[in-house]
């Protein structure tokens, strides 16, 4: 069964600093992978997802993601954090054998401060 | 794009009742998913269904917990004899249909969720 691990519970950082969420996976197949964001008393947001063949992937409000097959990875990077990216942030996973069911890691909340 | 709706928004209920939750999917969306979600966690897996089928459904899901999708349209979550643990905030989302890859990459589109308070 496909799984997914965020080893940090909350990452701090200045703004104008780079960041990173960290995210690993567990797939039977090959892995279809996504990044979400939720806002506080907002809905989850779609924020990217890993295209096949591209270990970097750019998605929304600058945010992007490197895949790391070896190492069983996809970790979320901005190359300059704002205040307002302060949030919480799911690593999610597909695999082939699981169906279209999506699973989700238990989040890693983000806090940019000025 | 009108987004995913749920409804209702909040919902009190007495330990025992039966509550029942409605989730409107994008229109063109052919896949529909429950999901759990208490404070702080991620959203954990309940069931999903692929226009009115439901093809998987969570093996921590007990029996007093069941969903339907009649019409392959918009879908009921039905919790029966509510228990405090059951407290905690429900979501729905869709997703587009197509080609087998397209569909495994297809991002799910979350509605604003039901949250629900047993006392």
């Known amino acids: 069964a496909q799984s997914v691990a965020q080893p940090e519970d909350q990452v701090n950082v200045a703004e104008g600093n780079p960041l990173t969420v960290k995210c690993t996976y567990s797939?039977?197949?090959?892995?279809?992978l996504f990044w979400y964001v939720q806002y506080p008393n907002r809905g989850l947001q779609f924020l990217l997802k890993?295209?096949?063949?591209?270990?970097l992937v750019k998605g929304s409000y600058g945010f992007e993601a490197e895949f790391n097959k070896s190492q069983t990875s996809f970790h979320l990077k901005k190359p300059s954090a704002l205040v307002s990216d302060s949030a919480l942030y799911f690593c999610?996973?597909?695999?082939?054998?699981?169906?279209?069911?999506?699973?989700f890691g238990a989040g890693t909340r983000l806090f940019v401060k000025a | 794009d009108t987004g995913v709706s749920q409804d209702p928004r909040h919902k009190i209920t007495k330990r025992g009742q039966n509550v029942t939750f409605r989730c409107d999917p994008i229109s063109e969306h052919n896949r529909l998913y429950w999901y759990r979600q208490t404070l702080g966690q991620g959203p954990e897996f309940l069931t999903y269904?692929?226009?009115?089928?439901?093809?998987?459904k969570s093996r921590l899901l007990s029996d007093r917990f069941s969903a339907e999708r009649p019409k392959g349209s918009f879908s009921t979550l039905e919790i029966q004899r509510t228990e405090q643990g059951d407290s905690a905030m429900y979501l729905c989302?869709?997703?587009?249909?197509?080609?087998?890859?397209?569909?495994?990459?297809?991002?799910?589109?979350f509605g604003n969720g039901t949250r629900l308070t047993v006392t």
């Open positions: 797939v039977s197949g090959n892995p279809y």
């Open positions: 989302a869709s997703s587009r249909g197509g080609s087998v890859h397209s569909s495994y990459n297809s991002p799910l589109h």
């Open positions: 269904f692929q226009n009115e089928a439901q093809l998987e």
């Open positions: 999610a996973v597909r695999d082939e054998p699981g169906g279209f069911k999506t699973i």
């Open positions: 890993y295209i096949t063949g591209d270990n």
